[in-house]
């Protein structure tokens, strides 16, 4: 599997799945969920709306996935970020949670190449360095026969110049 580092918008990116750092409303937020939302058109807070008739609430670390409406992507896959709270081991579990179970649905749905948003460094607070410590060994454990290619999307510089640190180790 190989791994990419951009920084982008993800809403612009050409990958078979994109994931989406939503809350456990699936109802839309800001950051990235916001820009999701707003450029991927109506019909994905339709099917969201349409899962949480069905399963109520998404709990952090677990993923749900949606069309992609008007988005280049294939899928939205929306994971629900931990709020960091000081907690670092609970935190870390959740978080790892989030990119593991994203990338077991992505397999299921055949999924070749997925791009991952810096999950729950934006509104939810989570150390940066930290979350990008969880993201890429989460990533770098998860062994395909499926999967070929998952991009990590920065959007902004710090987590991009973090990201590339950790992966030219
Ligand atoms: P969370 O609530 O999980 O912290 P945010 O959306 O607030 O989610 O932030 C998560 C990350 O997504 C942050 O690093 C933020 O800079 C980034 N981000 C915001 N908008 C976009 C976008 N359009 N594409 C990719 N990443 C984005």
Request: aromatic share 6%; glycine share 8%; hydrophobic share 40%.
């Amino acid at each position: 599997m190989k791994i990419e580092l951009i920084k982008d918008d993800i809403t612009k990116i050409e990958a078979d799945a994109i994931v989406n750092a939503a809350n456990s409303s699936l109802l839309g937020g800001g950051g990235v969920d916001g820009a999701i939302h707003r450029n991927g058109g109506k019909q994905i807070l339709e099917e969201c709306i349409e899962i949480r008739n069905k399963q109520g609430k998404c709990k952090t670390g677990e993923a749900v996935v949606t069309t992609a409406g008007n988005l280049p992507a294939k899928y939205v896959i929306h994971t629900v970020g931990p709020v960091w709270n000081g907690d670092e081991e609970k935190g870390t579990k959740l978080l790892a949670n989030c990119y593991k179970n994203s990338l077991e649905l992505a397999e299921s749905l055949d999924v070749k190449t997925i791009a991952f948003p810096n999950i729950s460094t934006g509104v939810y607070q989570f150390p940066k360095e930290l979350a990008a410590k969880i993201a890429i060994n989460e990533v770098k454990k998860f062994k395909s026969e499926i999967l070929e290619k998952v991009i990590f999307v920065c959007f902004d510089e710090e987590n991009e110049e973090i990201y590339r640190n950790l992966l030219e180790k």
